[in-house]
């Protein structure tokens, strides 16, 4: 926290329309979180984002942070986060089809969480129809939510009308244990979570 972003609880989840549906789904959404901080003029700037997919095209991927990777996950997940920025800014309506819920923790709590998102060895579209105990952007993006606002002793509920396939599979989500417990050490250290 500091003095142009007082409150530090500027990270949310976003809901994206899926380019690639499945037949068995209406409207269904891929999940990823942004952290912001407020500038001295009141705007929010994006510092963060988590975004996960498959590791390339193969169906036999890992579930991993794809974020900077340039992948079509990113590339929309950057552009859906600037829509949703500019939306905060009051520089534009509500992107269409777009959900947004905040995670009730501090902005640098999410950031520790995200960066010890491991994934999953096994990508499954959804979670639950397959075999296996695999995992979805849905999957991770909710669990990082969870967790973060966990944390912070408090809930995180993804938006109400969200559709989240592979959501309910937080639980088959690996983080890096180790490096969750220094970070959050160190930003209690500071006094920035």
Same mark, same amino acid.
């Given at each position: 926290?500091?003095?142009?972003?007082?409150?530090?609880?500027?990270?949310?989840?976003?809901?994206?329309?899926?380019?690639?549906?499945?037949?068995?789904?209406?409207?269904?959404?891929?999940?990823?979180?942004?952290?912001?901080?407020?500038?001295?003029?009141?705007?929010?700037?994006?510092?963060?984002?988590?975004?996960?997919?498959?590791?390339?095209?193969?169906?036999?991927?890992?579930?991993? =942070?794809?974020?900077?990777?340039?992948?079509?996950?990113? *590339?929309?997940? $950057? +552009?859906? @986060? %600037?829509?949703?920025? &500019?939306?905060?800014?009051?520089?534009?309506?509500?992107?269409?089809?777009?959900?947004?819920?905040?995670?009730?923790?501090?902005?640098?709590?999410?950031?520790?969480?995200?960066?010890?998102?491991?994934?999953?060895?096994?990508?499954?579209?959804?979670?639950?129809?397959?075999?296996?105990?695999?995992? =979805?952007?849905?999957?991770?993006?909710?669990?990082?939510? *969870?967790?973060? $606002? +966990?944390? @912070? %002793?408090?809930?995180? &509920?993804?938006?109400?009308?969200?559709?989240?396939?592979?959501?309910?599979?937080?639980?088959?989500?690996?983080?890096?244990?180790?490096?969750?417990?220094?970070?959050?050490?160190?930003?209690?250290?500071?006094?920035?979570?």
């Amino acid at each position: 926290m500091n003095n142009t972003d007082p409150t530090g609880l500027d990270s949310f989840f976003i809901g994206r329309p899926l380019s690639q549906v499945p037949s068995n789904l209406k409207n269904p959404q891929h999940g990823f979180v942004i952290v912001t901080s407020v500038g001295e003029d009141g705007r929010h700037q994006i510092t963060d984002r988590f975004s996960f997919g498959p590791a390339g095209d193969s169906i036999d991927a890992p579930l991993i =942070n794809v974020t900077r990777t340039g992948d079509d996950t990113d *590339r929309a997940d $950057a +552009g859906y @986060a %600037g829509d949703f920025v &500019s939306f905060l800014n009051g520089d534009s309506g509500s992107p269409e089809r777009l959900t947004s819920s905040q995670i009730n923790a501090p902005d640098a709590l999410t950031r520790a969480v995200g960066n010890a998102v491991i994934g999953n060895p096994d990508y499954e579209t959804v979670p639950g129809l397959q075999p296996g105990r695999g995992a =979805n952007s849905n999957s991770a993006a909710v669990g990082l939510a *969870r967790i973060a $606002a +966990g944390l @912070a %002793g408090n809930t995180f &509920s993804p938006p109400s009308n969200s559709v989240l396939p592979g959501a309910e599979a937080v639980s088959n989500l690996q983080i890096n244990r180790e490096q969750l417990v220094n970070d959050v050490e160190a930003c209690r250290a500071d006094g920035s979570c």
